[in-house]
């Protein structure tokens, strides 16, 4: 049984009767009215899916303009309906004005009962996949949303940072491709995400690629997807993050730890516009802005031969640098506050405050680990605390500070957060060394950081 609704409109009640009776066997719900003027206040009309509609109503009338002023009712109050115009008058000129008002096809009186049973289905098939598509483009709006609200505001009044926030609203409008440089944790993903909020596709996605953390062999199926049974895992068709973000913005970060076979693949791809998933001899074009970001010096690594030059010159066409937070001046008290605020609020302590000493320590200390070190100084010395004052000794900006567990972390994560700010510290934010303390691979490091800090 077909679950779709399927209304009869003629005026005739042994075509109503016969109608009912043959679709009744294959539809859920059939119902049949007489009289058309009863049909835009038909109840649970949005409900509707098919209607079969009769072209001629009054006697000895046969225009058929009496069925296509109820076609255009129909459409003014639920556009979502298929239409079926019947008439014993076949005019080819009738059906196709039908149609070109908006009538999904057209049956002739007498009916074949098997034709008339195909042209229903193909109307309900139509209308399942309208259903589908409508439901798809709900799904995906709705991710759009999810994927471009992970975005946070950018604080900070120095002049340092301000210059950069003019240059990103200047080259934000165009479609240039733009290389984000700067040390680690100074914002660059933030402002590659500001970029595309100013960008006349900032209804389309941001699709985030943390190039470090790709291996060789998944490169190209990650950016360019694959088909089935293209390698052992590949279990089904997948599209690969240039696809995904078509229409959007690519962003691909630590584009300095790319190998140079990576770069050769991917300077391809950026060149022509147009990626072939592994598998596939198939060509799909891509339409993205992209913008890369790295800390590495890139023309020395292009001196080196470490980096391809004519990857670099495609990629920076505009190159954005992000200040180190210690060259920004009154920033380090503005964030901090703001921090602050957000994890007093986060850990239930939101009388903490912090005292004057302890704001000159944080000024006079130079944050080799940029904005992310000092988010999580702030976190840490937030989950450590144990009055409503933050003082000097609340941030363990020195190598001799122990972590003291009592009225400290209370789950694993924060735990491992307090022990990885402190590594860090130990190591002036040199993430290798305090990666080799803790056992973990850098990029395990890294990724954590990274997680914690979203
Ligand atoms: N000006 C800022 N205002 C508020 N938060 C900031 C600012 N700059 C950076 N952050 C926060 O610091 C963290 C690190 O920022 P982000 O990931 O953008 O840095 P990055 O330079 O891309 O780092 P990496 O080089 O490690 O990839 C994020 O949680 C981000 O939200």
Redesign the pocket.
């Known amino acids: 049984m077909i679950d779709a609704k399927i209304l009869v409109v003629d005026d005739t009640k042994s075509v109503l009767s016969a109608l009912e009776i043959l679709l009744q066997f294959e539809y859920k719900s059939v119902q049949t009215i007489s009289n058309p003027n009863l049909l835009t206040s038909f109840p649970n009309l949005q409900e509707i899916d098919i209607i079969l509609l009769d072209m001629n109503f009054s006697a000895g009338v046969n225009t058929g303009n009496e069925g296509l002023y109820w076609l255009r009712e129909i459409k003014k109050k639920a556009s979502h309906i298929s239409v079926i115009m019947m008439t014993a008058y076949g005019a080819v000129e009738l059906a196709v004005e039908a149609i070109k008002e908006g009538a999904t096809d057209f049956v002739l009186k007498p009916w074949n009962n098997e034709r008339l049973l195909t042209t229903v289905k193909s109307a309900y098939e139509l209308r399942k996949s309208q259903k589908e598509v409508q439901h798809l483009k709900q799904k995906e709006s709705n991710l759009k949303q999810v994927i471009n609200q992970n975005s946070?505001?950018?604080?900070?009044n120095s002049k340092a940072?301000n210059s950069v926030l003019n240059l990103v609203q200047k080259v934000a409008k165009t479609d240039v491709n733009i290389l984000?440089t700067?040390?680690?944790?100074?914002?660059?993903?933030?402002?590659?995400r500001e970029l595309h909020k100013s960008s006349v596709r900032n209804n389309e996605v941001f699709i985030s690629v943390?190039m470090g953390s790709i291996s060789e062999n998944l490169f190209e199926s990650e950016l360019f997807g694959h088909v089935k049974g293209s390698f052992t895992d590949a279990k089904e068709d997948r599209a690969g993050k240039f696809e995904a973000a078509n229409g959007g913005t690519l962003f691909l970060?630590?584009i300095g730890n790319l190998s140079l076979q990576m770069q050769a693949k991917l300077l391809s791809v950026i060149q022509n516009r147009v990626v072939v998933r592994v598998g596939s001899n198939k060509s799909i074009p891509v339409d993205i802005r992209l913008i890369c970001?790295t800390?590495c010096n890139l023309d020395q690594m292009v001196a080196e031969g470490l980096f391809r030059e004519d990857l670099l010159y495609r990629i920076n066409t505009i190159q954005v640098q992000?200040p180190a937070l210690r060259d920004r001046d009154g920033?380090v008290l503005v964030?901090s506050d703001?921090f602050l605020k957000k994890f007093a609020n986060k850990y239930g302590k939101p009388s903490l405050k912090i005292n004057q000493s302890a704001q000159e320590k944080l000024m006079s200390y130079p944050w080799p680990g940029?904005?992310?070190e000092l988010?999580h100084t702030m976190e840490r010395a937030v989950i450590l605390s144990e009055g409503n004052i933050l003082k000097p000794t609340d941030f363990l900006l020195d190598t001799k500070t122990t972590v003291s567990l009592e009225g400290g972390p209370k789950t694993l994560e924060e735990m491992e957060l307090v022990m990885i700010t402190k590594a860090l510290h130990d190591h002036d934010g040199n993430y290798s060394a305090a990666a080799d303390q803790l056992g973990i691979s850098r990029q395990t490091l890294?990724n954590k950081?990274?997680k914690s800090?979203?």
């Open positions: 946070n505001y950018i604080i900070g940072l984000v700067g040390e680690n944790g100074t914002g660059k993903e933030l402002i590659a943390d970060d630590e970001a800390n992000v920033d964030l703001f940029n904005v992310r988010l890294y950081l990274k800090s979203k």
